[in-house]
């Protein structure tokens, strides 16, 4: 499990030890509140990227940017959900040197605060998949399943004590009462 100190240093230290290697650069990560994520994103190579894939759990706003379009693909139980986010024409692309900021919205019933990562795809149809950044990860199915299945054996125990505990539960040893 990330604590915020550790989430932070993974994102600071990804973002700056990449800085020299890789061909996008992304910084920034969620405000004080966790509901509003903001990304810069910079493109360092050579070639301009069209496509930009983001994990998101319950986001109800992304914000793209000017000339760009969100399409979101809805969680599966093997994985999370996520936005696509694509340059609505080839001279909207993010073009080497260039930056752009991306922002998200989580709803109200929130997220946790995650190390993931975001793949950008470039004209030339190659991909870079740039980690260790600070993104909204949804409650997996363990999780999600906890409390019910909690409930459940708590009642299954609550049943099974009060029918030893009533009169009804003296074993019947097959002979009769005298009289």
């Not at 061909?23 to 994520?37: L, M, R």
């Not at 969680?75 to 696509?84: S, V």
Request: glycine residues 10%; charged residues 20%.
């Amino acid at each position: 499990m990330f604590t915020m100190r550790s989430l932070g240093l993974a994102c600071l230290t990804g973002a700056f030890v990449r800085a020299g290697l890789a061909q996008v650069v992304v910084t920034g990560g969620a405000d004080a509140t966790g509901h509003n994520y903001e990304w810069v994103v910079e493109n360092r190579g050579a070639k301009p990227i069209h496509e930009i894939v983001v994990p998101e759990a319950n986001a109800d706003l992304v914000l793209p940017g000017e000339d760009w379009a969100s399409e979101w693909t809805k969680p599966t139980i093997f994985r999370g959900g996520y936005y696509t986010l694509r340059a609505n024409a080839p001279a909207a692309a993010l073009v080497p040197g260039a930056k752009r900021t991306i922002r998200m919205r989580i709803s109200r019933s929130g997220a946790m605060r995650a190390a993931g990562s975001f793949t950008f795809r470039f004209d030339d149809g190659s991909e870079e998949t740039v980690g260790a950044i600070e993104t909204p990860r949804g409650h997996t199915v363990l999780e999600r399943a906890t409390v019910p299945v909690t409930m459940g054996l708590a009642f299954i125990a609550f049943l099974l004590w009060r029918r030893r505990r009533s009169p009804d539960a003296t074993p019947n040893t097959g002979e009769s009462a005298p009289g």
